[in-house]
């Protein structure tokens, strides 16, 4: 058996970062920049005011300080009116700063005048105000290029694009962006005693629900399914040449295959894709022992994972989910990881690692299912949110003891 570590190395020096496309900001969350985004003009682009209120002249705006409203500037207006001494402008927030004004007073912070008779006109615009607290320089000013010149790094490549950076996107002038192109996975799952969830079952038969898991976990990360498929244990000839047409025909970036990767007569995806170039070995690693990687005809990565539902989801996020997101360009490959106490005893596998399905809070871990770490207790995992990792040198977790646990959720 070779350590986990080691077969997750080998994995993620095997698979290559696919070359960018370029995506609309609407189809781009999630995905990760291949080249830096520059600013493509100052922001803001010109000097916009900060508050709803008034343009004055600061030097005319002390404290009760009549001034006659002539304009109106309401965000997206291209109009610059003057102002003459005496004079004021009504400003909305981010509308542009006439050119004669250099402050803001906020509407909080005048009284309209109401002795001539006419207060407002039919839009609201009072005719006079008188100010109430007089503003600093440039007060409620934002100033052309303050946030970002032009030409700057808006958002950096490498990074992966949250709805804040596309907005930071978006603000720096761009509608689209060049990002690494996510990776188009082919979920298979094997097995004659598999039938779709919710269907009646006979004796021999479980519902399917590693295509479910999978594409689920697929769906979740941002990457997008290329294709689901099922094939029986007897149907070896028909899952190679599905991957073989997959890689051929460029329909896919990777598979990953759940069940028929152990030793028995009828495993068929070891018998149906050793001859592809897919390996099959022994992990360290408790549940997933049986695993295979290939990468066949030199282009398509292929993962092969157990058939137990506990073994498909804690083998998807050891392994699958890492190497997909370096193929999507991603520095953060794993999950993150913290220390808990142990909140009670359990045994470990003698000479592996153990993931374990965990329930976790601020102080202690514990198995999510009382039955054990069995790769059959599918039901435990509709509990558990973390994976409790336990070394290979530890037969067994005593209640107290430090453990890593890897955060899910």
């Not at 009504?90 to 007073?105: E, K, L, N």
């Not at 990767?261 to 070891?270: H, I, M, P």
């Not at 890492?322 to 142990?342: C, E, I, K, Q, S």
Request: proline share 8%; glycine share 10%.
């Amino acid at each position: 058996m070779i350590p986990w570590q080691d077969h997750r190395a080998r994995l993620l020096a095997a698979v290559r970062r696919l070359d960018p496309v370029e995506l609309p900001l609407a189809e781009a969350r999630g995905a990760v920049l291949a080249e830096d985004v520059r600013t493509a003009h100052p922001v803001p682009l010109f000097d916009n005011s900060a508050m709803d209120g008034f343009a004055v002249h600061r030097s005319e705006a002390g404290v009760d300080a009549r001034l006659r409203v002539v304009g109106d500037v309401p965000a997206g207006a291209a109009e610059d009116p003057p102002l003459g001494r005496g004079e004021a402008v009504r400003i909305m927030t981010g509308a542009p700063v006439p050119t004669s004004a250099d402050a803001i007073v906020p509407i909080e912070k005048v009284r309209i005048d109401p002795t001539d008779g006419a207060p407002t006109d039919a839009h609201g615009l009072p005719a006079w105000i008188e100010i109430l607290e007089e503003p600093k320089p440039g007060a409620h000013i934002r100033r052309r290029g303050e946030d970002t010149p032009e030409g700057e790094v808006a958002v950096p490549a490498g990074v992966e694009l949250t709805p804040w950076r596309l907005a930071a996107v978006a603000s720096a002038g761009h509608g689209r962006v060049r990002v690494v192109r996510r990776p188009r996975v082919a979920v298979v799952s094997t097995g004659s005693e598999l039938v779709p969830a919710g269907q009646e079952l006979r004796r021999g038969q479980i519902p399917e629900s590693n295509a479910v898991l999978l594409a689920a976990d697929l769906a979740a990360d941002g990457l997008e399914i290329a294709d689901v498929s099922w094939f029986r244990d007897e149907d070896g000839e028909d899952l190679a040449r599905h991957v073989r047409e997959l890689a051929a025909q460029d329909l896919a970036d990777a598979v990953v295959v759940s069940g028929g990767a152990s030793v028995g007569a009828f495993d068929v995806a070891k018998h149906a894709l050793s001859p592809l170039g897919v390996r099959f070995e022994k992990v360290a690693i408790q549940p997933g022992k049986p695993q295979g990687f290939g990468v066949v005809d030199d282009r398509l990565p292929v993962f092969c994972l157990p058939g137990n539902p506990v073994a498909v989801a804690v083998c998807y996020e050891l392994f699958v989910r890492p190497a997909l997101r370096a193929m999507a360009g991603h520095g953060d490959l794993f999950r993150p990881t913290v220390r808990r106490r142990a909140g009670a005893a359990w045994n470990c596998p003698v000479g592996r690692a153990q993931a374990l399905p965990a329930v976790m809070d601020e102080r202690t871990v514990a198995p999510a299912s009382a039955g054990g770490s069995g790769s059959h207790l599918v039901v435990s995992l509709a509990q558990a949110h973390d994976l409790a990792i336990i070394p290979a040198d530890v037969d067994r977790v005593q209640e107290g003891d430090e453990i890593e646990v890897m955060v899910l959720s």
